[in-house]
């Protein structure tokens, strides 16, 4: 007899691929044919839900790609990465890592990244909100302690480097956008930063200084390491300038003081 882990995995299996329902159709008490037919009913379901989940997460991608070629890549990403998730909105975190080695879309290299950029924007969708930055906490902070704290970015805050003009990407893909379809190369990196100052998500390029500024804070450095890696990354970061900034738009929202 099958222990409940053993079925599960049949039933599993047997509702993501077609091939396994075969052999789970002896866990039913119908026939053979019956079973087969309710497992494929079922499996309908659940891809149906699945491909519904990936493409509420990843609109531009399924816009580039085309309704029945992303039907497709979402049957085989869910073949390869079933939900470990009871919220449907937390499925598709590896799907950017999936089309890297998704051999039907090599020939979009570009889409990976795309993936990675929307999914930083679903998450700062759902992210929790913190409470706004308490800059009479900051002033009140001895110069000396100032330089070591770490700076925290709101939850909904993702950052991303790429090869490709993911910007100029998101902006052509946007509803009502009636503008030119085209998208030149990229002549260097581009950096991105995604946040949520208010309600909605905002998309931005930022510089090179920016981003590593931003980026050494998620590895928990300080402010004076956080600013050695952005002067190293652009002499001409201004910390005073893009400061007051962050916080308005609520990517910074709080620090941590040496002095707790």
Same mark, same amino acid.
């Given at each position: 007899?099958?222990?409940?882990?053993?079925?599960?995995?049949?039933?599993?299996? !047997?509702? @993501?691929?077609?091939?396994?329902?075969?052999?789970?159709?002896?866990?039913?008490? +119908?026939? /053979?044919?019956?079973?087969?037919?309710?497992? !494929?009913?079922?499996?309908?379901?659940?891809?149906?839900?699945?491909?519904? !989940?990936? /493409?509420?997460?990843?609109?531009?991608?399924?816009?580039?790609?085309?309704?029945?070629?992303?039907?497709?890549?979402? /049957?085989?990403?869910?073949?390869?990465?079933?939900?470990?998730?009871?919220?449907?909105?937390?499925?598709?975190?590896?799907?950017?890592?999936?089309?890297?080695?998704?051999?039907?879309?090599?020939?979009?290299?570009?889409?990976?990244?795309?993936?990675?950029?929307? $999914?930083?924007?679903?998450?700062?969708?759902?992210?929790?909100?913190?409470?706004?930055?308490?800059?009479?906490?900051?002033?009140?902070?001895?110069?000396?302690?100032?330089?070591?704290?770490?700076? @925290?970015?709101?939850?909904?805050?993702?950052?991303?480097?790429?090869?490709?003009?993911?910007?100029?990407?998101? +902006?052509?893909?946007?509803?009502?956008?009636?503008?030119?379809?085209?998208?030149?190369?990229?002549?260097?990196?581009?950096?991105?930063?995604?946040?949520?100052?208010?309600?909605?998500?905002?998309?931005?390029?930022?510089? !090179?200084?920016?981003?590593?500024?931003?980026?050494?804070?998620?590895?928990?450095?300080?402010?004076?390491?956080?600013?050695?890696?952005?002067?190293?990354?652009?002499?001409?970061?201004?910390?005073?300038?893009?400061?007051?900034? $962050?916080?308005?738009?609520?990517?910074?929202?709080?620090?941590? /003081?040496?002095?707790?």
């Amino acid at each position: 007899m099958l222990t409940l882990g053993q079925l599960q995995v049949a039933f599993a299996a !047997a509702v @993501t691929d077609n091939a396994a329902a075969p052999s789970a159709a002896c866990l039913f008490a +119908d026939d /053979s044919a019956s079973a087969l037919q309710g497992l !494929a009913i079922y499996r309908g379901s659940v891809q149906a839900k699945v491909e519904r !989940a990936l /493409s509420a997460a990843y609109p531009i991608t399924a816009q580039i790609v085309g309704g029945a070629f992303f039907a497709a890549m979402a /049957s085989a990403y869910a073949k390869s990465t079933p939900s470990t998730h009871a919220d449907l909105n937390c499925y598709g975190a590896e799907f950017s890592a999936f089309l890297e080695s998704f051999e039907h879309a090599q020939n979009l290299p570009y889409l990976p990244d795309v993936a990675r950029m929307e $999914w930083l924007m679903h998450r700062a969708h759902y992210a929790g909100d913190a409470a706004p930055f308490d800059a009479a906490a900051l002033v009140a902070l001895p110069p000396d302690a100032q330089e070591h704290l770490r700076l @925290t970015l709101h939850p909904a805050v993702g950052l991303l480097a790429s090869p490709y003009p993911l910007t100029r990407i998101r +902006d052509i893909h946007q509803p009502g956008y009636a503008g030119s379809m085209e998208v030149e190369p990229a002549v260097e990196t581009q950096y991105v930063l995604v946040s949520r100052p208010r309600f909605r998500v905002e998309v931005d390029a930022i510089g !090179a200084g920016s981003f590593a500024f931003l980026e050494a804070h998620t590895r928990g450095e300080s402010l004076t390491g956080a600013l050695t890696a952005a002067l190293a990354a652009d002499p001409r970061f201004d910390l005073a300038g893009s400061l007051p900034t $962050w916080v308005a738009n609520r990517v910074v929202t709080n620090f941590v /003081s040496p002095q707790g």
